[in-house]
């Protein structure tokens, strides 16, 4: 297969009533208010750049898992384009959510925790679902599974969606100190999230509506729950020297097949020709897990460290992109963030309004129909990380704990990272 859907094949179908003698007939209404396309967003908690069977660099042996096995992800790494040099915006869970809805770094609103008052000009933020109802007010856009806005009781209406399943947050999905690892029926309830996507799918498709649909899992997150099925076949794998705990490759399993239930939805309803996925996860790994046996490597190798850190291992993450003119089994070293998403379906869905000047992620769209070849344009020609910390905690003054990291603006290899001088800061 060349291509998911191919871009042309795209353009074809938006295009433009102004090319109509070039079409065998004329769209109907309907059928021109369905142009805009769809998105799905697909966000893994705590999930390795190494915690699925996919090769994140197909040329390094080492950047996948040596137990876990995901099919369902390694399905999307085939239909799309996957990034060896995808990053989270910060290296935990609630300023990475934060910065993917609004594209902005979590330093610039300066996130931390229990800082006072800082909530109310992030309020005031465009946000994705708002942005995509200004391009087109058709959109319908959902949020199903992890919120985790802690230290703001904002919720996902407020922020602009129309569906969510609430002010959730890790004691939704079975947090740390819960009884796991144990079998359950709905594990990190991911069944139940997926039932609530897929059916907002088929009723956006009904409508004919464009939709933008997040689905933030709690898995893998701790506690460890899982399917007793999922148990049975992840103690029938060879272990591997990284990897190596049945229950957690048991609950993996269980997200990744989550993830291949949206896809075939996707598939089944046809819509696969005009909706992108992103899939990445919030954050790096875990360095460490409550009875895991001993291993040989650390859990992230061959990452530095894991969540938490400013190292690669807590903010790497796999990053996969799939879409109409995205080259099937593609594979891209130009680095991205999260940051990017929003001003990568703006561009998308055809926004037309400026974006705020405050964005500090870029569209990646030119590197998606470039066969991953090319350079993301951002406001500073470096990638952006953010540790929150407490105000008790040392800060060596003001904002100088920010990190830049990464690449240059030829799109190198990762490189040193360095706290940010006074004179970088804006
Ligand atoms: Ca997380």
């Known amino acids: 297969m060349a291509c998911y859907f191919s871009r042309r094949d795209f353009l074809r179908s938006i295009g433009t009533l102004a090319c109509g003698a070039m079409m065998t007939r004329n769209l109907t209404a309907k059928e021109s208010k369905q142009q805009s396309p769809n998105f799905v967003v697909i966000l893994t908690d705590d999930q390795s750049w190494v915690g699925s069977s996919v090769l994140m660099d197909p040329k390094d042996t080492r950047t996948r898992s040596d137990y876990y096995q995901t099919p369902h992800i390694e399905r999307l790494a085939k239909m799309g384009m996957r990034f060896t040099q995808g990053y989270s915006p910060a290296p935990f869970c609630c300023p990475t959510r934060r910065s993917l809805l609004i ?116 898995a893998v997150h701790l506690d460890i729950y899982y399917q007793q099925e999922s148990l049975d076949k992840s103690r029938m794998w060879q272990r591997g020297r990284k990897h190596n705990m049945p229950e957690f490759a048991a609950m993996t399993n269980d997200v990744d097949l989550g993830i291949g239930k949206v896809i075939d939805k996707i598939k089944a309803l046809g819509l696969q020709t005009n909706t992108y996925i992103f899939f990445m996860s919030d954050n790096g790994g875990r360095l460490t897990m409550p009875g895991q046996p001993e291993a040989e490597l650390d859990r992230n190798h061959p990452l530095r460290n894991g969540k938490g850190s400013m190292y690669e291992g807590g903010l790497r993450v796999p990053f996969i992109v799939i879409g109409p003119g995205v080259k099937a089994g593609s594979v891209s070293k130009t680095p991205v963030t999260g940051l990017d998403i929003l001003p990568t379906i703006a561009d998308l869905a055809g926004y037309k309004k400026a974006l705020p000047d405050s964005l500090d992620g870029g569209p990646i769209t030119n590197v998606l129909f470039n066969q991953g070849i090319g350079h993301v344009q951002r406001s500073r020609p470096f990638l952006l990380f953010h540790p929150p910390r407490r105000p008790e905690e040392p800060a060596d003054g003001g904002h100088s704990r920010q990190i830049q990291a990464c690449q240059d603006l030829a799109g190198q290899q990762a490189g040193a990272v360095r706290p940010i001088k006074k004179s970088e800061r804006g």
């Open 103 to 218: 594209g902005q770094t979590p330093a610039r609103h300066i996130y931390q925790k229990d800082q006072e008052n800082w909530p109310k000009e992030y309020r005031r933020q465009l946000t994705i679902p708002q942005m995509l109802k200004q391009a087109n007010p058709k959109y319908i856009t959902a949020h199903f599974g992890k919120w985790d806005f802690r230290f703001d009781n904002v919720t996902p209406e407020e922020m602009g969606y129309d569906v969510s399943d609430g002010y959730t947050g890790n004691f939704t999905g079975g947090a740390k100190g819960t009884g796991g690892p144990k079998a359950v029926d709905d594990p990190k309830k991911i069944f139940g999230i997926t039932r609530r996507t897929c059916d907002f799918i088929d009723r956006q498709a009904q409508n004919g509506k464009p939709f933008f649909v997040q689905v933030s899992h709690y």
